[in-house]
C-alpha cells in the first residue's frame, strides 16, 4: 500500500477484555515495529520484527501483550486482559531493512487510540 | 540506558521567526538521530535523519545538526510559518538494535 495502515483507529474495551490491534506496513518492508505513546510522552518501543521473526520484543511490558507477524507483512498486535493503564495509542511502524540509513527510515501509521475503561 | 530529553516542552512563537529546538541523549554510542513530526490524531512524518558520521542535515527551511560527543542535537526551523505548528520529536537509535528511543518532544505554536 502507499502508507502503514493501522486498524481500528480507535478502540474502546472493558477492563479485563482481550484486544487485537492490526497493523498493515509498507508492501515490501521487511521490518516492522510496534510503539506506545501515552499522553504527553514520546513512543516508547514495544517489538520489532524482522520478517516473521520477533528480533526484539524488549519493550513488551509483561506477559499480557503478545505480537505476531505469520507471513511477514501484516502484524497484529494482541493484549490480554486490559488494564486501564494500557490505555495510550499504539504506532506501527515500517522500514525496507538493510544496511543503507535510507533504508532504515521508519515509516509510521496513524495509530490506533486504545481506551480502556 | 539510553535516555533522550527534549526542550522546551511547548514553544509559541509569531510567524516568520527563526527557532531552535533541542535534544540532549545520554548515551553518545548513537547510529543515528531522528526529527520527526507529530500532528494531532496522526502519526509520525520522518523531517531528517543524522548518521553519527554527520555533522548536519537540511531539508528547505529545516537544519539538524549532531554533537555526539556531547550528546546533542538542535533543529532549526528558519522563517516560521503557521503550518510548522506540531509537536516535533527526536529519536535515536543505538548501534545495537533497530529501536528509537524517543524524547517526550516539543509542542510548536506558530502564531499567524
Known amino acids: 500500500g502507499a502508507g502503514v495502515s493501522q486498524t481500528p483507529s480507535n478502540k474502546v474495551t472493558e477492563k479485563g477484555k482481550y484486544v487485537e490491534l492490526r497493523c498493515d506496513p509498507i508492501?515490501?518492508?521487511?521490518?516492522l515495529y510496534w510503539y506506545r505513546q501515552s499522553l504527553g510522552q514520546g513512543p516508547e518501543f514495544l517489538i520489532y520484527?524482522?520478517?516473521?521473526?520477533?528480533?526484539?520484543d524488549s519493550g513488551l511490558p509483561n506477559d499480557r501483550f503478545f505480537a505476531v507477524r505469520p507471513e511477514g507483512s501484516v502484524s497484529t498486535l494482541k493484549i490480554q486482559r486490559t488494564e486501564r493503564g494500557d490505555s495510550a495509542v499504539y504506532l506501527c511502524?515500517?522500514?525496507?531493512?538493510?544496511?543503507?540509513?535510507?533504508?532504515?527510515?521508519?515509516?509510521f501509521g496513524a495509530g490506533t487510540r486504545l481506551s480502556v475503561l | 540506558k539510553q535516555e533522550v530529553t527534549q526542550i522546551p516542552a511547548a514553544l509559541s512563537v509569531p510567524e516568520g521567526e527563526n527557532l531552535v529546538l533541542n535534544c540532549s541523549f545520554t548515551?553518545?554510542?548513537?547510529?543515528?538521530l531522528q526529527w520527526f513530526r507529530q500532528d494531532p490524531g496522526k502519526g509520525l512524518t520522518s523531517l531528517l535523519l543524522?548518521?553519527?558520521?554527520?555533522r548536519e542535515q537540511t531539508s528547505g527551511r529545516l537544519n539538524a545538526s549532531l554533537d555526539k560527543s556531547s550528546g546533542r542535537s538542535t533543529l532549526y526551523i528558519a522563517a516560521s510559518q503557521p503550518g510548522d505548528s506540531a509537536t516535533y520529536l527526536c529519536a535515536v537509535k543505538s548501534g545495537a538494535t533497530n529501536k528509537l528511543i524517543f524524547g517526550t518532544g516539543t509542542l510548536l505554536a506558530v502564531q499567524p
Open positions: 548515551d553518545s554510542a548513537i547510529y543515528n
Open positions: 520484527f524482522q520478517g516473521t521473526g520477533a528480533a526484539d
Open positions: 543524522i548518521q553519527s558520521s554527520q
Open positions: 508492501s515490501g518492508h521487511t521490518a
Open positions: 511502524a515500517s522500514s525496507q531493512g538493510g544496511g543503507s540509513a535510507a533504508k532504515n527510515i521508519q515509516y
